[in-house]
């Protein structure tokens, strides 16, 4: 049992029991769970490095123009937006996994607005989707409310 809640709003939640992991849906939930901690964290941190690409490439100049920053480092908020998002998969997927689909659906914005990047903006939009399968595979494996541990007033 885990008790979820303040003194006065105390409910206790059973905990469910562990997956079968041979459960091809379970299965599918850890790669989808996995890959969207790796991918944003690896991601994010590259955001500081550009080891794997030349990231300032993939902001849209109307984006950029207004902000009080280089495009170099608005890309260091991205990084720390992403490796964010990573976490927040990895210790509560139900929630994470919105943040994550939000976040692509930004990015997939941000690169229809860039002559040459729609057949990346195309994969984003793939990404997209897992993310929002992840979020529904999640409904199963986390239990706990997306807004967990915020407390309703």
Same mark, same amino acid.
């Given at each position: @049992? ?8 105390? *409910? +206790?939640?059973? *905990?469910?029991? +562990? ?6 849906? #379970? !299965?599918?939930?850890?790669?989808? *769970?996995?890959? =969207? ?5 690896? =991601? ?6 550009? %080891?794997?690409?030349?990231?300032? !490439?993939?902001? /849209? ?13 608005? @890309? ?9 998002? $990573?976490?927040?998969? /990895? &210790?509560?997927?139900? %929630? ?19 002559? $040459?990047? #729609?057949?990346?903006?195309? *994969? ?9 399968? &992840? !979020?529904?595979?999640?409904? +199963? =494996? ?9 407390? +309703? $007033?």
């Amino acid at each position: @049992m885990v008790t979820i809640g303040s003194p006065s709003t105390t *409910r +206790r939640v059973e *905990r469910p029991a +562990r997956p079968d992991r041979s459960d091809p849906t #379970y !299965q599918a939930y850890a790669v989808l *769970r996995a890959a =969207f901690v790796v991918a944003p964290v690896v =991601f994010g941190l590259d955001k500081f490095t550009n %080891l794997l690409v030349q990231w300032d !490439q993939y902001l /849209a100049p109307v984006l950029s123009r207004p902000l009080p920053v280089t495009p170099h480092e608005a @890309m260091y908020v991205v990084g720390i937006v992403e490796v964010v998002a $990573g976490l927040v998969v /990895a &210790l509560h997927p139900r %929630l994470g996994a919105i943040v994550v689909a939000a976040w692509l659906g930004g990015i997939i914005l941000n690169l229809l607005l860039l002559p $040459g990047f #729609y057949d990346v903006a195309l *994969r984003d939009l793939g990404l997209l989707s897992a993310a929002v399968a &992840l !979020q529904r595979l999640a409904t +199963r =494996f986390d239990p706990r409310p997306v807004l967990w541990p915020v407390r +309703r $007033g």
